[in-house]
C-alpha cells in the first residue's frame, strides 16, 4: 500500500522561483520524510519532520505538516537548476509516494 | 567512509533465470529495505529486515526472495517466478524503522 501520495506529479518553473510539493498520506504518524532523487541515482534524505512539528527548516528548504489534514508540503525556496530532481515523501511506515518531478529551467 | 554499496550497477539476465542482487551496509544499522521503482514511479516495498535472521514481505515480495545471515549484509534474490522484473531495485538501511534511510545506488535490472 503507498502511504505517501505527492502534488502535483510534475512541476517546472525557472530558476529563481520558489518551488512548492505537497504529499497526502492515510494513516497516522510518528514523523514524516521527505527525499530527493537525481535521475538513475538512489534517495538523498532532505528532512524529517515530526507529528508534533508543524514546521521545520533547512537551509532553502521549508517543510510544513498538517496531521488534521494529513498532508505536508515541501517548499524549496530560491530555486536553482541543479535542484532539478524528483522529490518523494515517506512516512515512518518506510512507504513512499510516486513523488514530484521538478525542472528548474535556467 | 560509512554507507551502503549495491553491486553491480547494471545486471542483465535471460528470462527464467534466478539472479541475485547485492546490498552491504557499514553503517552499523540494524533495519535494511529492498525497494523495486519503475520508470517514472515512485518506490515500492519489496522485503524489509530489522534485525539479523529476521525479515518482513513488503507490499510485493512475490517472485523475490531475500536473507539476512548478518548485519551488514541484505541480498535479493529475483527468482524466475517474478512476471516483470526489470526494474531499478534500490536497497537502504536506517537505524531504526521510521527514521531517515539511507540509500545505495541502485542496480539497474534487465531481463530479456
Known amino acids: 500500500s503507498q502511504q505517501g501520495e505527492e502534488d502535483p506529479q510534475a512541476l517546472s518553473i525557472q530558476e529563481g522561483e520558489n518551488a512548492t510539493m505537497n504529499c497526502s498520506y492515510k494513516?497516522?504518524?510518528?514523523?514524516l520524510q521527505w527525499y530527493r532523487q537525481n535521475s538513475g541515482r538512489g534517495l538523498v534524505h532532505l528532512i524529517l519532520i515530526r507529528s508534533n512539528e508543524r514546521e521545520k527548516h533547512s537551509g532553502r528548504l521549508r517543510v510544513t505538516l498538517d496531521t488534521s489534514k494529513k498532508s505536508s508540503s515541501l517548499l524549496i525556496t530560491a530555486s536553482r537548476a541543479a535542484d532539478t530532481a524528483s522529490y518523494f515523501c515517506a512516512s515512518n511506515d518506510m512507504r513512499f509516494g510516486a513523488g514530484t518531478r521538478l525542472t528548474v529551467k535556467p | 567512509d560509512g554507507g551502503i554499496t549495491q553491486s553491480p550497477k547494471y545486471l542483465f539476465r535471460k528470462e527464467g533465470q534466478n539472479v541475485t542482487l547485492s546490498c552491504e551496509q557499514n553503517?552499523?544499522?540494524?533495519?535494511m529495505y529492498w525497494y523495486r521503482q519503475d520508470p517514472g514511479q515512485g518506490l515500492r516495498l519489496i522485503y524489509y529486515?530489522?534485525?539479523?535472521?529476521?525479515?518482513q514481505k513488503g507490499d510485493i515480495a512475490e517472485g523475490y526472495s531475500v536473507s539476512r545471515e548478518k548485519k551488514e549484509s541484505f541480498p535479493l534474490t529475483v527468482t524466475s517466478a517474478q512476471k516483470n522484473p526489470t526494474a531499478f531495485y534500490l536497497c537502504?538501511?536506517?537505524?531504526?524503522?521510521?527514521?531517515?534511510?539511507?540509500f545505495g545506488p541502485g542496480t539497474r535490472l534487465t531481463v530479456t
Open positions: 537502504a538501511s536506517t537505524t531504526y524503522q521510521g527514521y531517515e534511510q539511507y
Open positions: 494513516t497516522s504518524i510518528n514523523n
Open positions: 529486515s530489522q534485525i539479523v535472521n529476521d525479515f
Open positions: 553503517l552499523n544499522h540494524d533495519a
